[in-house]
């Protein structure tokens, strides 16, 4: 657990505890029947059967009912609270920390309570601003109702992003964060605002991570690339971004890389780069099949005794073969009516 520091300097653990709850559909129904008694009773106080009592009964059933009934009883009602499945709600108490309530069900709570989440901004907000949390680091989808703490696996998509990579080629990329939020306490208390905490904490990773890998890498050499390793890649993406966002409560579900590729100055030239590489490859597989099937060509008819061919005939028909093997276009064969000395 995350130390902090109280008012003396002393330094303590928050730590996530449930919140001391009661049955909220109990409570409910339990105050409104004390409700309507001790109105019942403030009724009876002020009515002319109550004449022949005390002055000071009369004074004791006017106080015990009004203070209860327009007081106390409608003063309980704030400590109900319905939390739908994969919500939670945290909860301070004059500045201290109270509890957090977890799962679905009705529950009431001390009502002077209040509930706290970081990521709702502003108190005045209205309802659909509330509903929406939106960072300059991209958009996350997540429904915040009121102040309650969303539980469930989000999705933070953070704006594409120029960064170098390995070869200090600059190319744009961007990544999906799934994500939940697993310690409510850590979240609400350790850091400012969780949401926009882990879109900062992902732009930095990535950053990290990006740098260490090259766009693209021969399959030859056997090296690391984003396009080629993306596996890899996301895994410690993943990793790297979970060892900064313990602090905030925060699990990192899985991170994926969602668009990758050069940035638009260099992108044609990479893109003649690629072509370049491949027609090499391509010509250099073309050759070495072309070779193979003439020495194939030349031991089948050695052994078969077909025709005995001496080196210099051995040399014209190898040239020939390659020529119709390796060549762009189709061959034109050339009719020999006489020698070929």
Known sequence: MENSVNGNGQRFQIE???APSFNGMLMLVLNILLILGTLALFTVGLTPLASNWSNGVRVLLIVIGGLYGFLVGPLLFMGLKILKPNEALVLTLFGRYYGTLRGEGFYFVNPFVGAVNPSVKGEQSSQSEKNQVMTKYGNVNISLPNKKMSLKAMTLNNEKQKVNDALGNPIIIGIVVIWKVVNTAK?????????EYLSI??????????RTYPYDASDDEG???LRGSSLEVAAKLKTAIQDKVDIAGIEVLEARITHLSYAPEIAAAMLQRQQA???????????????GMVEMALQQLSENNVVDLDEERKAAMV???LVVLCGNKDAQPIVNSGSIY
């Open 16 to 18: 996530e505890r449930p």
């Open 187 to 195: 979240a609400a208390f350790n850091v400012d605002n969780y949401v």
């Open 201 to 210: 904490q992902c732009d930095s990773a990535l950053r990290n991570i990006v």
């Open 223 to 225: 090296e690391k690339s």
């Open 277 to 291: 590489s491949a027609i090499i490859a391509a010509r250099q597989m073309i050759v070495e099949g072309a070779v």
């Open 319 to 321: 040239s020939n073969l």
